[in-house]
């Protein structure tokens, strides 16, 4: 039978606490600062059934991000400079920049569709996207797909 899992890409305000509390246990497990699953149970409170049961269906989304192409829709206002500003937080994170289309500004505002490779020596993804949120001018930054 044919894996049918589907994927998705969520914000962290919108994933339940035991799926957060089975990724801190899996980054104190990595991290050696405990020894046995339980012992990472107890520390983030949540019991070694629930952490068996979603420990291979939620990992921090950079882990699962290298070789990868991601695209980004990103709101942004006319600005000189805006698009350079974000081009080098992405580069500055070593990704390396695939396409990019950036649409005729309407009342102001402009629609840069991104996409990019994340390579074995790029950084956090997570930091370069909020990174680029912090920015002024930004609107708002949407992942639209991840192959």
């Given at each position: 039978m044919k894996d049918k899992s589907k994927y998705y890409v969520v914000?962290?305000?919108?994933?339940?606490?035991?799926?957060?509390k089975v990724v801190e246990a899996k980054r104190l497990l990595d991290s050696e600062r405990v020894e046995t699953v339980q012992e990472a149970t107890d520390r983030v409170g949540i019991s070694r059934s629930s952490f068996y049961k979603y420990k291979d269906d939620i990992f921090p989304f950079h882990d699962n991000a290298k070789g990868r192409t991601l695209t980004f829709v990103i709101q942004m206002d006319d600005e000189p400079g805006l698009l350079s500003v974000v081009l080098k937080i992405v580069a500055g994170y070593d990704a390396n920049?695939?396409?990019?289309?950036?649409?005729?500004?309407?009342?102001?505002?402009?629609?840069?569709?991104?996409?990019?490779?994340?390579?074995?020596?790029?950084?956090?993804?997570?930091?370069?996207?909020?990174?680029?949120?912090?920015?002024?001018?930004?609107h708002y930054l949407k992942i639209l797909g991840r192959e």
């Open positions: 914000k962290q305000k919108a994933v339940p606490e035991v799926l957060l920049i695939l396409t990019i289309h950036q649409s005729i500004p309407i009342n102001g505002i402009a629609s840069l569709t991104l996409s990019i490779e994340v390579l074995s020596g790029t950084k956090d993804i997570t930091k370069m996207i909020d990174e680029i949120e912090e920015q002024m001018g930004i």
